[in-house]
């Protein structure tokens, strides 16, 4: 069922960019590549186990190491983001994960793999979906130069693999819209949307927006990627709205998580 008008206006948002040249230490640490992906995503019931792993390696062409451990991860559409300590969040399933190593070193080109299992509880209270990461962070080597006042930056490059366990197929799915915000990327028209997931499983809704002129005639429907929010997170899509002339418009915006979980809501743009 859609929601009642929304009215927005656009307005162009003004950003002063501030760049610092850093030490060539960054990019000297920016060797450590995961190969198999950011996000491992499992189905398990009450009592199982599963394994996995998460691959890497050294595409530089020195000695690097590397310290394995585990966080929370909490994230808001406002772009705070948390990486806490294991078990801090209600949904976290740190606790159910054992990995190995912690720590290893790789030769240039060497490639290693980090193995973990998910050994699910035996409770019957589990529904929806449970996550936590593995971070795999470069260990800076001693820094022996002398130092001769100012200030020094150095900087060790880390990836946050997200282990995320599904309880079957159980577990509520709902989608709150949060606000809506017009804003100009130099001459293109954005709709930036704020959504929360406030159930409990995953979701990666597709945004989609269907603009009519006047007489009611559809203009196109414009959409942007899908976007994955946890239970209690909550997230920040843009909409191009390409070709749109200046105006008055009715739009309906949806969120398409599934077949069975679509969200949406009528509003009023003003280009």
């Not at 966080?71 to 949904?91: A, C, I, N, V």
Request: charged share 20%; glycine share 8%.
């Amino acid at each position: 069922m859609l929601k009642s008008a929304i009215k927005i206006r656009v307005y162009t948002k003004m950003c002063i960019l501030f760049f610092m040249l850093m030490h060539l230490a960054f990019f000297a640490q920016a060797n450590i590549v995961i190969l198999n992906g950011l996000s491992h995503e499992q189905v398990g019931q009450p009592g199982e186990q599963y394994r996995d792993r998460v691959e890497i390696q050294n595409s530089g062409s020195e000695t690097k190491s590397v310290k394995v451990y585990l966080r929370d991860y909490w994230f808001s559409y406002t772009g705070e983001s948390r990486h806490d300590e294991p078990g801090t969040l209600q949904r976290s399933n740190a606790s159910w994960i054992n990995y190995s190593p912690q720590l290893l070193t790789l030769e240039p080109g060497e490639k290693a793999a980090i193995d973990f299992e998910v050994s699910v509880p035996q409770s019957d209270s589990l529904r929806g979906t449970y996550w936590s990461v593995i971070m795999v962070e470069g260990i800076l080597p001693p820094d022996t130069t002398a130092s001769t006042g100012g200030v020094k930056i150095n900087t060790a490059i880390r990836y946050a693999i997200q282990i995320i366990t599904n309880i079957g197929d159980s577990g509520s799915k709902d989608l709150q819209f949060l606000g809506l915000e017009l804003v100009k990327d130099g001459e293109r028209n954005l709709l930036n949307v704020a959504v929360e997931n406030t159930g409990e499983c995953i979701l990666k809704p597709e945004m989609s927006l269907e603009i009519f002129s006047a007489d009611g005639t559809s203009l196109g429907v414009f959409k942007a990627d899908r976007r994955k929010t946890f239970p209690g997170t909550s997230i920040t899509t843009s909409i191009p709205l390409d070709g749109i002339e200046p105006g008055s418009y009715a739009a309906v915006l949806v969120a398409d998580c599934d077949e069975d979980h679509i969200y949406g809501t009528n509003i009023s743009l003003e280009l």
